[in-house]
T-cell receptor, first 114, second 116 residues
Framework: AQSVTQLDSHVSVSEGTPVLLRCNYS??????LFWYVQHPNKGLQLLLK??????LVKGINGFEAEFKKSETSFHLTKPSAHMSDAAEYFC????????????FGAGTRLFVKA | GAVVSQHPSWVICKSGTSVKIECRSL??????MFWYRQFPKQSLMLMAT?????????EQGVEKDKFLINHASLTLSTLTVTSAHPEDSSFYIC????????????FGSGTQLSVL
């Protein structure tokens, strides 16, 4: 069985400061992991994905995430927040066997203060 | 890149009517498609897995007679909300994986359903 937990329902940072959005997962098999962003009234946009290659994954808009198997974590980071980063972020786990079921985390709302 | 088209993008209907939402993979074949719903300020919840040529697999708590899923071809899956009620108002979104590339997942742009 798979599950994903986003540890913070909302995170608030000041513009120009680092961003950390936390995600822990559980999976019976080696999963694929994703981060998606959803801006208000818009669809989902893929930020980055981990599919068993390099553990440090770089995505769009300066975001990156590190897969840590020992900690079952896949935290999303960005060195310097921008106002346009304010959005809802979803950590997603996807099995690599059977039905390839995709499970979304509850989401983390990122607020960026000027 | 691969495109998944979802139609309509928004729909308003009267209570008791049925609404059909289409999900098409435009430039790839998709043996498997997924349907999700999202309540305001909440995460996406998987409703069902749609498999071409066979019955959909529904998640626990999802009424299969309420949410009819048909995946009649490799490029089209439909979700029909039957006898819609105001509590069915939600954002519905589909995703699709190219056949043979199941690690890839592409999302439609979603459908906002409002039931009056």
């Amino acid at each position: 069985a798979q599950s994903v937990t986003q540890l913070d329902s909302h995170v608030s940072v000041s513009e120009g400061t680092p961003v950390l959005l936390r995600c822990n997962y559980s999976s019976s098999y080696s999963p694929s992991l994703f981060w998606y962003v959803q801006h208000p009234n818009k669809g989902l946009q893929l930020l980055l994905k981990y599919t068993s290659a390099a553990t440090l994954v770089k995505g769009i808009n300066g975001f990156e995430a590190e897969f840590k198997k020992s900690e079952t974590s896949f935290h999303l980071t960005k060195p310097s927040a921008h106002m346009s980063d304010a959005a809802e972020y979803f950590c997603v786990v996807r099995g690599n066997t059977g039905g390839f079921k995709t499970i979304f985390g509850a989401g983390t709302r990122l607020f960026v203060k000027a | 890149g691969a495109v998944v088209s979802q139609h309509p993008s928004w729909v308003i209907c009267k209570s008791g009517t049925s609404v059909k939402i289409e999900c098409r993979s435009l430039d790839f074949q998709a043996t498997t498609m997924f349907w999700y719903r999202q309540f305001p300020k909440q995460s996406l919840m998987l409703m069902a897995t749609s498999n071409e040529g066979s019955k959909a697999t529904y998640e626990q708590g999802v009424e299969k007679d309420k949410f009819l899923i048909n995946h009649a071809s490799l490029t089209l899956s439909t979700l029909t909300v039957t006898s819609a009620h105001p509590e069915d108002s939600s954002f519905y979104i589909c995703s699709a994986s190219p056949t043979g590339l199941r690690e890839k997942l592409f999302f439609g742009s979603g459908t906002q359903l409002s039931v009056l």
